[in-house]
Antibody, heavy 121, light 107 residues
Framework: EVQLLESGGGLVQPGVSLRLSCAAS????????MGWVRQAPGKGLEWVSA????????YYADSVKGRFTISRDNSKNTVYLQMNSLRAEDTAVYYC??????????????WGQGTLVTVSS | EIVLTQSPATLSLSPGERATLSCRAS??????LAWYQQRPGQAPRLLIY???NRATGIPARFSGSGSGTDFTLTISSLEPEDFAVYYC?????????FGQGTRLEIK
């Protein structure tokens, strides 16, 4: 059974940093691209970032480029999202996403339960 | 960035009825479109990928069709658990984008 367990969310002030983690199990982790999709309260879905199975390719939405960094540790079956210079508009539930392929297959086959990030003073 | 426009915004139907949801893209996607269902308080769930392929465990009452810029999700006979929000999403290029959602509510 595929499981994606996010951690690291919380309430932070604007300008600070936060790191999200997603521990995966139930599949061959290094074979699949992974990513993060967020949903602001009462709003729709937005792909934030993605990383290929090998970790050699990374992708970012324009809204987070230069502030967020995605990485993965295939030895630990974990993907990370380092979020710097957080803004109020980054407030959202962040979902860890397992895609259907190793790279460029940006359909989310499995979703984590989500972790809430609230940026507010 | 590819824009996906879903219609209608809200669809009011009764259990047992047929639901037809639409998604139109601002440029051709070939078949690279998916549909997701999101129930209140839950993460989305993949229903259909590559326009017409049902994801693992998805009931046969869900079907997808279309190519290019026009796509349809059909639910042949609504069950009570089908009343939720539905999103389409393209993977033709980065960034993958979602439609704004169609809320399927009980009439």
């Amino acid at each position: 059974e595929v499981q994606l367990l996010e951690s690291g969310g919380g309430l932070v002030q604007p300008g600070v940093s936060l790191r999200l983690s997603c521990a995966a199990s139930g599949f061959t982790f290094s074979t699949y691209a992974m990513g993060w999709v967020r949903q602001a309260p009462g709003k729709g879905l937005e792909w934030v970032s993605a990383i290929s199975g090998s970790g050699g390719s990374t992708y970012y939405a324009d809204s987070v480029k230069g502030r967020f960094t995605i990485s993965r540790d295939n030895s630990k079956n974990t993907v990370y999202l380092q979020m710097n210079s957080l803004r109020a508009e980054d407030t959202a539930v962040y979902y860890c996403a397992k895609t259907r392929g190793s790279s460029s297959s940006w359909f989310v086959e499995y979703w984590g339960q989500g972790t809430l990030v609230t940026v507010s003073s | 960035e590819i824009v996906l426009t879903q219609s209608p915004a809200t669809l009011s139907l009764s259990p047992g009825e047929r639901a037809t949801l639409s998604c139109r893209a601002s440029q051709s996607l070939s078949i690279y479109l998916a549909w997701y269902q999101q129930r209140p308080g839950q993460a989305p769930r993949l229903l259909i990928y590559d326009a017409s392929n049902r994801a693992t465990g998805i009931p046969a009452r869900f079907s997808g069709s279309g190519s290019g810029t026009d796509f349809t999700l059909t639910i042949s006979s609504l069950e009570p658990e089908d009343f939720a929000v539905y999103y389409c999403q393209q993977r033709s290029n980065w960034p993958p984008t979602f439609g704004q959602g169609t809320r399927l509510e009980i009439k």
